[in-house]
């Protein structure tokens, strides 16, 4: 995601960071590589325009041309007017609570709106709420049956009538059934096609009139680009939409729509998906996707991650384990668990500062496949072994080796890095291996997070 963007911005920051004075003449240079990097990335050229004036009236003012520091002033500039570009630093709207509420999902066939409306039930189960899934595109038979099986995965009710019934009774009808069950949030998903047409948008704008919602989202593929930026102007102009929800954008997207789309619309990216997974949906923060976009990280994603993933009381335990020098590798297998939840290993690095325009880290073969085998090898081991990695021995090592179908030279891989990632982690804490508490975060298990705990992770990558 925005590698490419990334890489020229970051190269264009260093050369500008060089210079000990900057004139009219430098910045306008350097926004003309700026305008041509935006561009490349498939961002709307009115939404560059926009950016690029807007940068340059607060560039070539006496404070930066004057400044001690005129490269930082401009990439100061840059960072904010990013983020003033993709919806400000407001907190992204909620659903508000205490009555039921209507989310109604459109877009074109392929855009990923199944999908959404399975993850955005599970993010507000987990927030308390209680959702109901409506599979109201009776076109395709399988986006009903793809939307019963989500809901089943994730224990949330489906309601449908078949491809027989009209698309607005089913929305009238899920109305209805929400009443009787006391469920306050319901989902549509509604039907798509290959492009935009008269037929689509008439039906989307009876069912709108009928079950009112609260939520008019527009789901776009992010790796349409300028495309999805220009569906999602259509839709408004037709319908109204009152956000979006973007897909795919941790796919080979150059990152055009999710910095245009606010600006062509006027409406907030209120969602992104960021993985095939249920749980990979994130609410979308202008301030950290620009700190991402210019390799500043996102460290606030990064807690709320770790947060998610462990409870306070499971983060205190494994830190006095870490202590105490009893971390093992059945505490091995549950940490690879988690950093599976969380997305992976190059996923979190890539939320450090500076860590994502490191070609270390892109290149990290640190992936789901190596995971598997890590956890395949301990699990091969006896009870006694992975409580006590200590007895592994010469003659355990090959026998573990072929239990879990790898070589010897993987399971001395695999103890080699467990003992370094103990070493390393016992000396950080105390000092920097606490997470910095988030106001109303929660744990798993819907726990409040404790203020300054420890984050739980052990690093576990190549070295």
């Given at each position: ?344 290993v190059r996923e979190m690095l890539q939320l450090l500062p500076g860590m994502g325009t490191n070609a270390a880290v892109k290149n990290l073969d640190m992936g789901e496949r190596e995971l598997v085998k890590f956890e395949a090898i301990v699990m091969s081991m006896t009870k ?80």
């Amino acid at each position: 995601m925005f590698d490419n963007l990334q890489g020229k911005l970051n190269g264009l920051f260093k050369k500008l960071s060089g210079q000990s004075r900057l004139s009219e003449a430098n910045i306008d240079e350097a926004l003309k590589e700026v305008r041509l990097a935006l561009l490349d990335a498939d961002v709307n050229y009115r939404a560059t325009k926009k950016f690029i004036n807007d940068v340059r009236e607060r560039a070539v003012g006496q404070d930066v041309l004057k400044s001690l520091t005129p490269g930082q002033q401009v990439i100061k500039i840059v960072h904010e007017e990013l983020i003033n570009l993709m919806g400000g630093s407001e907190k992204p709207p909620s659903l508000p609570g205490g009555s039921r509420q209507v989310i109604m999902l459109m877009g074109l066939q392929g855009s990923g709106k199944t999908t959404s409306a399975a993850k955005l039930a599970l993010h507000y189960k987990q927030e308390g709420r209680r959702p109901l899934l409506v599979a109201a595109d009776v076109y395709r038979p399988a986006a009903i049956d793809q939307l019963v099986v989500l809901g089943q995965q994730i224990e949330v009710p489906v309601f449908s009538l078949g491809t027989d019934a009209d698309p607005v009774k089913i929305a009238t009808g899920a109305l209805d059934r929400a009443d009787r069950d006391v469920l306050d949030t319901v989902i549509l998903d509604t039907a798509g096609r290959l492009h935009i047409d008269d037929e689509m948008m008439s039906e989307l704008e009876r069912i709108k009139a009928k079950v009112n919602p609260y939520w008019r989202l527009f789901v776009a593929d992010s790796m349409t680009g300028q495309d999805a930026t220009q569906q999602a102007e259509i839709f408004h102009e037709k319908i109204g939409i009152d956000g979006v929800v973007l897909t795919k954008l941790d796919g080979d997207t150059r990152g055009g729509a999710a910095i245009s789309i606010r600006a062509v619309t006027g409406k907030p990216v209120l969602f992104a998906g960021v993985g095939e997974k249920l749980e990979n949906l994130e609410v979308f923060y202008p301030d950290r996707m620009a700190s991402r976009i210019l390799g500043m990280g996102d460290v606030l994603t990064l807690i709320e991650k770790a947060e998610s993933a462990y409870t306070e009381e499971e983060a205190r335990s494994i830190s006095k384990r870490i202590r105490g020098n009893d971390f093992n590798f059945n505490d091995f297998i549950d940490q690879v668990k988690q950093v599976r939840e969380m997305g992976g290993v190059r996923e979190m690095l890539q939320l450090l500062p500076g860590m994502g325009t490191n070609a270390a880290v892109k290149n990290l073969d640190m992936g789901e496949r190596e995971l598997v085998k890590f956890e395949a090898i301990v699990m091969s081991m006896t009870k006694g072994e992975r409580s006590r990695p200590k007895l592994i021995n010469g003659s355990r090592r090959k026998r573990i080796a072929t239990g879990s179908g790898t070589q010897v030279q993987d399971v001395n891989q695999l103890l080699t890095r467990f003992d370094q990632a103990k070493k390393m982690v016992k000396k950080q804490l105390g000092s920097r291996f606490t997470a910095p508490a988030t106001r109303g975060a929660k744990g798993r298990k819907g726990k409040k997070s404790g203020k300054g705990r420890p984050s739980g992770l052990v690093p576990f990558g190549r070295n």
